[in-house]
């Protein structure tokens, strides 16, 4: 048996003396397909929904409570408010575990930790992430700029980018030979091809003065990708975010 450490927002479960027990059961994900059944045809009319589920991962921890904790109901509580999102909204956040070495869950707790000591200052404590069903690469959650020659997509899934402009007035952006335009941006521009909105701010959309061919958001597939800018712009930076499937 060996250990992990899980990190969410730059602490470590170790600060709680708590470690992962390794191997993890690491729950899968699987395409969301439904099945038809048809009168008089074997087998059942498929339908793709183009999506994988979301998973349930269980993690179990050894705790050997640290010596500034003075029983377990005070452990406890700082353990869950650790576990819990700063403006206690339910949302998916970067969940870190070790033994992954460069990539990390997009979740939140579904089921709060339950601790059942075995000693004074032994317990075992059992939880559950809800996850989204891909891994995202670490690297590729942080803005860099977007480079003049073609980027490769290094997984075989598409990823769903985040660009970043910041200038004025109309804009032209080519991914893969396919335009979308934004018009009359005023300072600062993001693309989020994840949600599907156009903002200034999270207060402030802008997807209105967007054209999308088909509605669409850019993607970037596997392989190779052309990405490129026409506008007044001062800055043109984006996150790629690489991600593989739970599988």
């Known amino acids: 048996m060996s250990y992990g450490r899980l990190i969410y927002h730059n602490k470590s479960s170790t600060y709680f003396g708590a470690r992962v027990v390794c191997p993890l059961v690491q729950a899968v994900t699987k395409r969301n397909v439904t099945l038809t059944p048809v009168v008089g045809v074997n087998g059942s009319y498929i339908n793709d929904n183009l999506n994988y589920t979301d998973i349930t991962q269980q993690l179990t921890f050894l705790v ?3 010596t500034f904790y003075k029983d377990w109901f005070t452990w406890g509580m700082d353990f ?3 576990l819990t999102n700063k403006d206690r909204v339910v949302k998916y956040e970067p969940f870190y575990f070790e033994p992954f070495r460069g990539w990390h869950w997009e979740a939140y707790v579904s089921e709060s930790p339950v601790v059942t000591p075995q000693k004074d200052n032994i317990a075992n404590v059992t939880m559950s992430l809800a996850c989204k069903p891909f891994l995202v690469n670490d690297e590729a959650i ?4 977007v480079p003049t020659m073609p980027i490769r997509n ?3 899934y598409s ?3 985040l660009f970043h402009i910041v200038g004025n007035g109309d804009f032209t952006l080519t991914v ?3 335009q979308y335009q934004f018009k009359d941006t005023d300072d600062e521009l993001f693309i989020d091809s994840e949600k599907w909105i156009v903002y200034k701010s999270l207060t402030e959309r802008r997807t209105s003065r967007a054209i999308l061919p088909n509605h669409e958001y850019p993607v970037l597939v596997p392989g190779k990708n ?3 800018l026409q506008g007044n712009y001062s800055k043109f930076e984006y996150q ?3 991600r593989r499937a739970i599988v």
């Open 80 to 82: 869950g408010d650790w």
């Open 159 to 161: 990823s769903l980018p």
């Open 226 to 228: 052309t990405i490129s």
């Open 64 to 66: 050997e409570r640290p």
């Open 240 to 242: 790629p975010r690489w």
């Open 142 to 145: 942080k803005y860099q700029s």
């Open 154 to 156: 290094p997984t075989k």
């Open 176 to 178: 893969n030979n396919i």
